[in-house]
């Protein structure tokens, strides 16, 4: 049960984290799988790339497809929409910290 409502709590700051990103410059899906797991979250392809889908269907994400090396490789960039929500995460999350930081 703890798992599962962590994994859901975790969903969140995962897809703020693919926004931060996003935000510096394009992002593809096996980079932002090895971005991730540096900072503990271990997830599979199987679940970073609907939330990558999810995040272009809410139009937060717009994907470009570029072929890298006979390759096609799905480039994620933010959206104006999703600069939005970054920032208003961001002032959530912050004061969200400054209340429970002990």
Do not use: C
Request: aromatic share 10%; no cysteine.
């Amino acid at each position: 049960m703890e798992n599962k409502i962590l994994r859901k709590l975790f969903l969140g700051f995962i897809q703020i984290h693919i926004l931060h990103h996003a935000n510096k410059e394009p992002i593809y899906g096996s980079w932002m799988l090895q971005e991730l797991r540096e900072h503990s979250y271990n997830i599979s392809p199987g679940t970073l790339y609907p939330i990558l889908h999810n995040m272009e269907v809410d139009q937060l994400l717009e994907k470009e497809e570029v072929n890298v090396n006979g390759k096609i490789r799905k480039y994620y960039r933010i959206t104006d929409k999703g600069k939005y929500v970054l920032n208003e995460a961001r002032k959530k999350a912050y004061e969200l910290f400054n209340e429970i930081k002990e």
